[in-house]
């Protein structure tokens, strides 16, 4: 079941400079910086009342969004929602007939279970499954 929205994923060329934006010019609470060395991104994290906003910049030509940056310069790249059980959804949205990307959950930002799903089946937006690890 999708519980509520996780995080806007936003491709950059400058990580730093669009930081700096978004924490002192729009005044957005910044978290810090994540890096992602397995998937070649380095993330700027803010904080929107619950909701994060993840600034994405490839650390390498090789990432999965270097092209997207080469190709548009960057921009919205995905949305992310919150779900109880990544692989439970995967099953449920495969049988739905959505084409999906990830087959099975990986490992993503703060520890997350992550998938997406293709935008061809889901009206033009890549859409990122996140069930976030348990605490306790």
């Known amino acids: 079941m999708i519980r509520k929205i996780e995080h806007v994923g936003i491709a950059v060329r400058d990580l730093d400079a669009a930081a700096a934006f ?44 270097a092209s997207f940056v080469e190709r548009t310069g960057g921009g919205l790249h995905h949305l992310a ?14 049988a739905a007939g959505v084409e999906i990307i990830d087959r099975e959950p990986r490992l993503g930002a703060a520890g997350a279970k992550i998938a997406f799903l293709a935008p061809r089946s889901t009206f033009k937006v890549l859409i990122e499954l996140c069930q976030k690890p348990r605490r306790g």
């Not at 005044?27 to 904080?47: S, T």
């Not at 929602?81 to 495969?94: F, H, M, P, Y």
Request: glycine fraction near 6%.
């Open 22 to 65: 978004f924490r002192d010019v729009l005044g957005l609470p910044f978290e810090g910086y994540e890096d992602l060395p397995d998937r070649q991104l380095r993330i700027a994290v803010f904080d929107l009342a619950g909701v994060r906003l993840e600034l994405l910049q490839p650390t390498s030509p090789d990432a999965a969004i």
């Open 81 to 94: 929602l919150t779900v109880d059980d990544v692989g439970a959804e995967l099953a449920q949205l495969s």
